[in-house]
């Protein structure tokens, strides 16, 4: 969820949210700051994270490969349908969804680990967001969310190369033409 946030530009503004209406589980949260992102998210459904049902979000679960991809499409813009939204994939297809994104290095991993999670970042920071050929690295470059030249070390970004042109040339006297 964190990770989403920061992808998103709105870490800050979730781990300083004061709400207090919140998912039923809250108080099984371990991670810190946690139950303000939790409260975050909860007052904010557009982001997509509805929790499990039942006003649970269920914390402490660990992630699989499938549900990542889910939040990485989301944070490319992507939306899964709902009740009231109609988004642009369902949980049943995000596998087909994401791998039609360029997302799918790592979906089929039963044992999902943090250098999986590292890799499909590194997949939605190289793909392109809904509705543009910008990629999210160079939008969070953009948006100054990301340092553009750890961008480009780390290999998700480009810099734009500067062209170099003569605008004029203007002849002196006769000698120079």
Do not use: C
Not at 41 to 51: N, R, S
Not at 155 to 160: R, S
């Amino acid at each position: 969820a964190i990770l989403f946030l920061r992808l998103k530009g709105l870490e800050s503004a979730a781990l300083s949210y004061t709400g207090i209406d919140n998912f039923a589980d809250a108080k099984d949260v371990v991670w810190a700051e946690g139950k303000n992102v939790m409260a975050y998210l909860k007052a904010h459904p557009e982001l997509g994270w509805a929790g499990i049902g039942n006003d649970k979000f269920n914390p402490n679960a660990q992630v699989d490969a499938k549900s990542y991809y889910k939040v990485m499409l989301e944070a490319l813009g992507y939306k899964q349908n709902t009740a009231d939204v109609i988004g642009d994939f369902t949980w049943d297809n995000i596998v087909a969804f994401a791998a039609s994104k360029g997302l799918d290095d790592v979906m089929s991993v039963a044992n999902f680990t943090v250098d999986n999670v590292a890799t499909a970042t590194i997949e939605a920071m190289k793909a392109a967001i809904k509705g543009s050929e910008k990629t999210l690295a160079a939008s969070l470059v953009e948006a100054k969310i990301i340092n553009e030249d750890a961008a480009v070390k780390a290999g998700v970004y480009t810099k734009a190369p500067v062209v170099v042109a003569v605008e004029s040339v203007k002849a002196l006297n006769a000698r120079q033409i």
